[in-house]
């Protein structure tokens, strides 16, 4: 299995929901991550998790929390969103953290804030 | 100014035709991502490099580490090679990967 899952798909809420987005890999990678991608943009990194714990969070504000359960699932949870949080969310896993791994993509979630 | 910059921006040809896409990086790095995103859609790994040349299919990616460039090569295109091409590196010491801005390449029948 050579894939990073991620559900769902797509995903519209409200600015007082809570929801969560869920990302999967079971290539036994240990470093998973959250980017943020909007339209006609790069992708953006929020958080990396490695060996389970988080090792960076870039400045994200709080209304986005990750956790990592174990070592092939990272969460994603949403809480108090604005408009302009609705993008395309991607996860990405790597064997580990070290500079020479690849990253594997998941195919996103595209999320819409209203 | 970004880290990496992309060349060019936009990119359309006529089904079989050679396309070249480049790269250019202003850091020491450890490795340099080719990504591929078709519209709407996630983010398929296409090479890493660190050093030479690879192929991959119709695909071949060079980096050349002196001059701190890239390219990424389709050969006889088609028009499901349609997409955004998205070059990224890795500095020496760190998780994060810096973007290029992307190329749309649009591939006609």
Redesign the interface.
Known sequence: DTEVTQTPKHLVMGMTNKKSLKCEQHMGHRAMYWYKQKAKKPPELMFVYSYEKLSINESVPSRFSPECPNSSLLNLHLHALQPEDSALYLCASSRNGRVKNEQFFGPGTRLTVL | KNEVEQSPQNLTAQEGEFITINCSYSVGI??L?W?QQHP??????LF?L?SGKKKHGRLIATINIQEKHSSLHITASHPRDSAVY?C?V????????S????TTVTVRA
């Not at chain 2, 500095?91 to 990967?97: H, I, Q, V």
Request: proline fraction near 0%.
């Open positions: 450890s490795a991502h990504l709407g859609g996630g983010i398929v790994s890493m660190s998205i990224a890795r500095g020496s010491n760190d998780y994060k990967l973007f290029g801005a992307g």
